[in-house]
Each structure stands twice: as C-alpha cells, then as structure tokens.
C-alpha cells in the first residue's frame, strides 16, 4: 500500500521561496503519476502540478508556471514542488497524490483520479 507523506511548508513572506517534499513508501513512486494539489480556506482542491509517467510529461497550473517546479528523485522515492516568488494567494494546504498509470502516461489535475493522498502541508505566505 502506497502511503505519502508531504513536507516543506512553512511561513514565508512575500517572494520567498519552499521547497515541499512527497515522500513515499510501500511502492515506487515511479509507476504513479505524482499531482501537487492545494485548497484554500473556503475553497475548492485545485490541481498546480502533475507529473506523468512518461520523462518529459509535466503540467503546471496557469496561476503557478513560471514560479513552481516539480520534480521526481527516484532514488529517494520523493516527489518535490520548488514554489518561488510566493505571494499571499499561493496560502493554502499542499497535497500531494498518486496515480498508478502504465508506462509513459499523461497526469491530469483531476483530483478524482487520484487513489492515495498524503496528509497535507500548510504553506502561508505572509508579511
């Protein structure tokens, strides 16, 4: 069974930057398209990142490209979302999640797709 666990979030002013981490554990991340969500308070869970199972296959989220990168290390079985040039509106709770998806497949920002979550880690962003 595949558990994530996130890390990296913090308090950050405004134009700083974090770097989040996804760890996983129970089975490789790299059969798993990988999403980074967020949610808001009061707000739906919205997709920023994902990254497929194919080398080159990475989406970003029009309000973060630009500022986020994902990133797979398959020796340490994580995930990473480098956020930079944070601003207020980027405070939310990070999630990352995991799809099982054969060999070279896309990610989608559907969070429904996603069968395993991590516990999520706060970013906010304030001066």
């Known amino acids: 069974q595949l558990q994530l666990v996130e890390s990296g979030g913090g308090l950050v002013q405004p134009g700083g930057s974090l770097r989040l981490s996804c760890a996983a554990s129970?089975?490789?991340?790299?059969?798993?398209?990988i999403g980074w969500f967020r949610q808001a308070p009061g707000k739906e869970r919205e997709g920023v990142s994902c990254l497929g199972t194919g080398l080159r296959n990475i989406k970003y989220a029009d309000s973060v490209k630009g500022r986020f990168t994902i990133s797979r290390d398959n020796a340490k079985n994580t995930v990473y979302l480098q956020i930079n040039s944070l601003k207020p509106e980027d405070t939310a709770v990070y999630y990352c999640?995991?799809?099982?998806?054969?060999?070279?497949?896309?990610?989608?920002?559907?969070?429904?797709?996603?069968?395993?979550w991590g516990q999520g880690t706060q970013v906010t962003v304030s001066s």
């Open positions: 999640a995991a799809d099982r998806l054969p060999p070279f497949s896309v990610c989608v920002f559907d969070k429904d797709r996603y069968d395993y």
């Open positions: 129970g089975s490789p991340l790299n059969v798993y398209a």
